[in-house]
């Protein structure tokens, strides 16, 4: 992405924008996750009820301080093992976190991603929503030229390579060391 884009793509996700764009293993959607009418369009546009909660992409815990509880050192030498790379973690979500975000439960699901065009994203722009492009339970999206069939105008389609992940990034319970997903 060029820095040109930049401004163009933060006022389109202040402005409650939606975009594509190429993560580990597929196109993934996203938009501001503080900006509810995004975070609506982006569980609209997938058929996804918003009791499961979506990912958080971040550069880094600094982004989305205000939405975790504090993390021990212990904690963050755990994450530091992982991060940058394909692994979500469930954070323990302060009450400023959205219910679109964590949906029914009392985590946040968040990645620091060693993807380039993830990494580029997430400091240029800030946290964003990561969750794939396709309606839920679908074939996941793996090229620009199908995210842009698949969602004509809706979204911002970014150019772009996917990772070589075969699958989605692994889901780790952060307190109880737990493999949710991967």
Known sequence: MHLANH????AHLKHGGVIAYPTESCYGLGCDPRNRAAVQ???RLKHRPWSKGLILAAANLQQIARF???VSAAERATLDQYWPGPYTFLLPAS???PKLLTGKHKSLAVRISAHPEVARLTRALGPLVSTSANVSGAKPIKTCAEAQRAFGHQVWVLPGRIGKRRAPSVIIDLQSGKKLRG
């Open 68 to 70: 975790i509880l504090p």
């Open 7 to 10: 401004a163009a793509l933060r």
């Open 41 to 43: 369009k982006i569980l």
């Open 95 to 97: 009450s400023r976190a």
